[in-house]
């Protein structure tokens, strides 16, 4: 049982260089998110998906595109990418009770990248 | 749009002291939770609280929601170099399916 993983650990690309991050959660939950993280800015959300096939903008999704083909993976893509978009990146998966309360988000390693 | 305010943002002590972290937010929390984040990787659930006036311990860690669901802190007791990290609160809110909103974190480094 591997949890979430993220794929690659690292990379560093040139302004307008496109790439996909990939994650990968075996734990059969229904929502996945990816994240990005900024010195002093905590954690904000990019995009999310309820499940398979469907996802959804969140906070700072300009720039990012995102699809859930498969319930178990949740690709980020960036088109285009500028400097503003380096960063670390996390993706998290979870699942939902009906109360809704309290539920704990699985996080992967992260994603450095590194955009010059 | 609600606002997670931790502070401080940075705190540096000896191995043995205590501390205290707090998370304050714009508005009522729907559901806390406090997640800790080690160097190099994503984080970790710590503990979620519900119930204004709440106080819950994991070991020497002790976590209390205020009486308004409007601030929550995070006390360690004999901290440990082990304890290191990066400590974020979070509220998990409901806009048409649930979401989470994360503070801007307190790192702490505690020195042998």
């Known amino acids: 049982n591997a949890g979430v993983t993220q794929t690659p650990k690292f990379r560093v690309l040139k302004t307008g260089q496109s790439m996909t991050l990939l994650c990968a959660q075996d734990?059969?939950?229904?929502?996945m998110y990816w994240y990005r993280q900024d010195p002093g800015m905590g954690l904000r959300l990019i995009h999310y998906?309820?499940?398979?096939?469907?996802?959804a903008k969140g906070e700072v999704p300009d720039g990012y595109n995102v699809s859930r083909l498969k319930k178990q993976n949740f690709l980020l893509g960036l088109e285009s990418a500028a400097p503003s978009q380096t960063s670390v990146y996390f993706c998290?998966?979870?699942?939902?009770?009906?109360?809704?309360?309290?539920?704990?988000?699985?996080f992967g390693p992260g994603t450095r990248l590194l955009v010059l | 749009t609600q606002l997670l305010e931790q502070s401080p943002q940075f705190l540096s002590i000896q191995e043995g002291e205590n501390l205290t972290v707090y998370c304050n937010s714009s508005?009522?929390?729907?559901?806390l939770q406090w997640y800790r984040q080690e160097p190099g990787e994503g984080p970790v659930l710590l503990v979620t609280?519900?119930?204004?006036?709440e106080v819950k311990k994991l070991k020497r860690l002790t976590f209390q929601f205020g009486d308004a669901r409007k601030d929550s802190s995070l006390h360690i007791t004999a901290a440990q170099p082990g304890d290191t990290g990066l400590y974020l609160c979070?509220?998990?809110?409901?806009?048409?399916?649930?979401?989470?909103?994360f503070g801007t974190g307190t790192r702490l480094k505690v020195l042998a």
């Open positions: 734990m059969n939950h229904e929502y």
């Open positions: 979070a509220d998990i809110y409901y806009s048409g399916t649930y979401k989470y909103i």
């Open positions: 508005s009522v929390f729907s559901s």
């Open positions: 998906s309820v499940g398979e096939g469907t996802t």
């Open positions: 609280v519900v119930t204004g006036g």
């Open positions: 998290a998966s979870s699942y939902w009770t009906r109360s809704g309360i309290g539920e704990t988000q699985y």
